[in-house]
């Protein structure tokens, strides 16, 4: 399952677990089926229905000649103007589309789970579309559907000329009924945050929310636990939300420390993280030192120099890196980044978790 703003960078999953996207039988027919005037009975013949009666056998070979993929992207958003194709703009959709079209020849339409604003970016977006394989030699013949690997390979040869910033990570067959919006079980939405007075790496542009002051996690931990559930979310909505009923229900609202995306580790940490075996250990302790605030980080290069006060030159302050988790059915328009904001407010001390009660309770009495 949004605009990142310019302070503000958030990830889409459209970790969506679909509705039974498997066909009950996936084997395509094995030719296209011909319907022509003889294939209309008398009595239909007799009573004026030739028209009617040809369309509808019409309609059911164009729906066997057509099959429908459950497809998942992955993408960065920070080059598109969100996901729905707008004119004149750079969209997911319109990105999709075009790549579908050189592969087979033809235009399609392309629906996503979640439709999300300029700047935001997407672990696994969700979507459906229709695709009818006519041969190249033979134009007006249908050919047998395209195997969901060779529908991904292609399309990724194709998206991968237009500027690389979006894959497809998962093609499926999926029924003819398949919706990709109105069958998702869940979205999840992640936003993570930088803690820390430094301004961050350029590695860290445009996927992260840069905040100079230090959070208190246990504060918004208990903010989580006031917003999780079934409420009248009315105050954490935007203007233009267009949804009929502001009553949703939160199934998820977590605050997680983690590792930033670009660690490298300093010497110390290399000793204390790796176990034995050579694996991985993972301990706040490695993380952030054990004075709990944030380490040092090494330089990538293997030089190193000391300055007169004996410390490392080129070292900088490692962010402390937070990640929200939002998981529900469907969100209000802006709902996830509210909901943020208000959990940030409540981390730099802005607000209390009493604050923001009222706040939530507000909407529910209005």
Not at 44 to 68: F, H, I, N, P, V
Request: hydrophobic content about 35%; proline content about 5%; glycine content about 6%.
């Amino acid at each position: 399952m949004s605009a990142a703003s310019s302070d503000s960078a958030e990830i889409a999953t459209a970790s969506k677990r679909p509705f039974d996207p498997y066909l009950a039988d996936p084997s395509p027919p094995s030719k296209l089926q011909r319907f022509s005037q003889s294939d209309i009975s008398p009595a239909d013949a007799d009573s004026g229905g030739e028209a009617g009666a040809e369309s509808e056998a019409m309609a059911g070979a164009r729906l066997s000649r057509t099959q429908r993929y459950l497809v998942a992207v992955e993408y960065d958003g920070t080059r598109f103007s969100g996901s729905q194709q707008q004119p004149n703009q750079r969209t997911v959709v319109g990105v999709l589309k075009e790549a579908f079209h050189k592969f087979i020849g033809q235009p399609v339409s392309i629906f996503c789970s979640s439709r999300t604003d300029a700047g935001v970016h997407a672990l696994s977006n969700v979507c459906h579309v229709d695709v009818e394989r006519i041969s190249k030699r033979k134009p007006g013949e249908v050919l047998p559907p395209h195997d969901p690997e060779v529908v991904k390979c292609a399309v990724n040869h194709f998206l991968h000329k237009n500027e690389g910033d979006i894959m497809v990570t998962d093609v499926r067959c999926v029924a003819p009924d398949f919706h990709a919006r109105y069958k998702a079980l869940e979205r999840t939405y992640h936003y993570r945050l930088l803690s820390g007075p430094e301004r961050p790496s350029i590695f860290e542009k445009n996927s992260a929310w840069h905040i100079p002051e230090d959070l208190n996690i246990q504060a918004m931990k208990k903010a989580c636990n006031i917003l999780v559930g079934h409420h009248d979310f009315s105050s954490f909505r935007a203007f233009g939300c267009q949804a009929k009923s502001p009553v949703r229900t939160l199934d998820e609202l977590t605050v997680t420390e983690v590792f930033p995306v670009m660690f490298f580790p300093s010497s110390l940490e290399r000793s204390e993280m790796e176990s034995p075996d050579g694996s991985l250990v993972y301990s706040r302790a490695s993380l952030m030192g054990s004075s709990g605030e944030g380490s040092d980080v090494s330089s990538t290069t293997s030089g190193k120099s000391v300055c007169e006060n004996g410390q490392e030159f080129g070292k900088r302050l490692r962010h402390r890196c937070f990640v929200v988790t939002a998981r529900a059915q469907s969100f209000l328009y802006h709902q996830v980044r509210l909901m943020v904001g208000l959990l940030k407010a409540v981390g730099i001390g802005d607000l209390t978790t009493a604050d923001g009660l009222n706040i939530h309770l507000v909407l529910s009495f209005d």
